[in-house]
């Protein structure tokens, strides 16, 4: 089956700084989110990118799936950035979502 | 709207003893995901629902493990003789109708049951 990769495994940051988490898959997609797990364990989502850039406030993604591989870009990160950041893909042949292990980010005041 | 919601929140049970989850998908959302999340661990699928079609089970860990989905809504997913292995957070996750031949749309995530098994 399809294999995901997130780098890094983890990330500290001062409050401010910016950031750029990366998702790497092993075959064609055709559906790639990201999620954010706040430290309730809930998870959020942040966007819905199988291909191309998107953008949310100070949040953007961008997608290139020829090459397999997705970026999560955080401008100016605050404290309620803090949490872990997942990518789920699904591939055109499997029904179910696989997710990366996900980027453990603590911004720090 | 509403969200995705499930219950119990949390759910503490005795080793051997059977339980039962539940998930409310979004109003009219097709689609119905399982997945098991250990602590500070990342997601496991369990099982799928897709409308009225047969679920995709291939993420079930054993026979133990079994979910229904009444009427194309509500989901329940029961775990029968419960192991302490089988403490994690469950997670219910449901989708908009899939067009044919197209692509897969954004899931959206319950809050999930935190189940301990003593």
């Known amino acids: 089956g399809i294999q995901v990769e997130q780098s890094p495994p983890d990330l500290i940051l001062q409050e401010g700084a910016n950031s750029t988490l990366r998702c790497n898959f092993s075959d064609s997609v055709n559906n790639l989110q990201w999620f954010h797990q706040n430290p309730w364990g809930q998870l959020i989502n942040l966007f819905y990118i199988p291909s191309g850039t998107k953008q949310n406030g100070r949040l953007s993604a961008t997608t290139v799936a020829t090459e397999r591989y997705s970026l999560l870009y955080i401008s100016s990160s605050q404290t309620t950035d803090s949490g872990v950041y997942f990518c789920?893909?699904?591939?055109?042949?499997?029904?179910?979502?696989?997710f990366g292990p996900g980027t453990r980010l603590s911004v720090l005041p | 709207g509403a969200g995705v919601s499930q219950s119990p929140s949390n759910k503490v049970t005795e080793k051997g003893k059977d339980v039962e989850l539940r998930c409310d998908p979004i109003?009219?959302?097709?689609?119905l995901y399982w997945y098991r999340q250990s602590l500070g661990q990342g997601l496991e699928f369990l099982i799928y629902?897709?409308?009225?079609?047969?679920?995709?089970k291939s993420g079930l860990p054993s026979d133990r493990f079994s979910a229904e989905r009444t009427g194309g809504s509500v989901s329940t997913l029961t775990i029968q003789r419960t192991q302490q292995e089988d403490s994690a957070v469950y997670l219910c996750a449901s989708s908009p109708t899939r067009l044919a031949g197209g692509p897969s749309y954004e899931q959206y995530f319950g809050p999930g049951t935190r189940l301990t098994v003593t």
């Open positions: 109003s009219g959302h097709t689609a």
């Open positions: 629902f897709q409308g009225n079609s047969a679920p995709d």
């Open positions: 789920a893909v699904k591939d055109g042949y499997g029904q179910n979502f696989v």
